[in-house]
């Protein structure tokens, strides 16, 4: 019960990592909020966690300002904020269109720019923040160049703002997922690609298999709790050993 009447707010909680994070952390007795862009999966996973849910489109920053303050409204002060919400998309460097680029960056890293901007006035000083990278950050894949400029850039969001919170006793940490079992690399995809592609994935990963939502979710736990009340800014890779052990 490391969360017992804690308020927790996940960004990206009604799918994959998030949603498998919700049910751990409601699980561990947190008063949880989740956003994500999907009603219908929304409405579930509140019937699932008891969460208070809010639609809201990240890559629209004044739609995340209405939610988290209404969020902190009717809860209080925001205890552990998990900025998680992402899309993916490959693209090869010729192929990059502006709004492909656009649209990849407006959530990944615009977006999750602002929520956190606009989530830490709400924050209760001595809270913690967790934000959802990725190991494209630093791997060199082909075709992930905007994801993974985009993620790259959050990861140093992380740092400069984990160091502007220091006064706060605000933690503030990425975790940074290797191929993960969720919706995105799925959605709308056709059953046989998606097998090809959890084949290839399960491939690339060293202890030769995909991780899954909850393996992810954990990391986000461990660093939102007070077990890691001394670890700050890093990135942890949950990634089955891709970056290391290649
Ligand atoms: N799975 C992997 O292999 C992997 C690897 C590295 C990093 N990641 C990162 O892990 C995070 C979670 O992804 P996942 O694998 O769990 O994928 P997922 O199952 O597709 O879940 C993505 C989550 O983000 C939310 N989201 C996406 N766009 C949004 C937007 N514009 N506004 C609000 N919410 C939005 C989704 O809500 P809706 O469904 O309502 O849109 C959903 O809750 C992402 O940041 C992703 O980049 C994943």
New binding site residues.
């Given amino acids: 019960m490391r969360f017992e009447d804690k308020v927790v707010v996940i ?9 498998a994070a919700a049910r751990l952390f409601a699980a561990e007795g947190a008063r949880l909020a989740l ?4 009603a219908q ?2 409405a579930a996973a509140a019937a699932e966690t008891g969460a208070l849910i809010r639609v ?4 629209d920053p004044a739609q995340s300002a209405a939610v988290l303050g209404e969020i902190a409204d009717a809860m209080g002060p925001i205890d552990v904020l998990f900025c ?5 998309g490959f693209a090869p460097v010729a192929d990059v269109t502006e709004a492909f680029w656009d649209t990849i960056h ?3 890293l615009r ?1 999750a720019f602002f929520a956190l901007q606009q989530a830490l006035p709400l924050m209760r000083d001595g809270g913690a923040i967790v934000v ?5 950050s630093v791997a060199a894949v082909p075709g992930n160049v905007a ?1 993974a400029a985009a ?1 790259a850039g959050l990861r140093a969001v992380v740092r400069i703002v984990a160091k502007e919170v220091l006064a706060r006793r605000i933690r503030v940490n990425m975790i ?10 799925k ?1 709308d995809a056709p059953e046989a690609r998606i097998a090809a592609m959890r084949a290839m ?1 399960s491939d690339v990963v060293p202890i030769g298999r ?2 899954e ?1 909850g393996e ?1 979710a954990r990391a986000a736990l461990f660093l939102a709790s007070a077990e890691a009340s001394f670890i700050n800014g890093v990135d942890l890779y949950v990634d089955g050993g891709c970056l290391e052990l290649r």
């Fill in positions: 960004l990206g909680g009604n799918a994959g990592i998030g949603l956003t994500g862009r999907n999966t929304l809201a489109d990240i890559g998680n919400a992402g899309v993916g407006a959530v990944n977006g959802t990278g990725s190991i494209g994801y993620k940074s997922p290797g191929p993960t079992d969720t919706e995105i690399f959605r994935l995909m991780g939502a992810v």
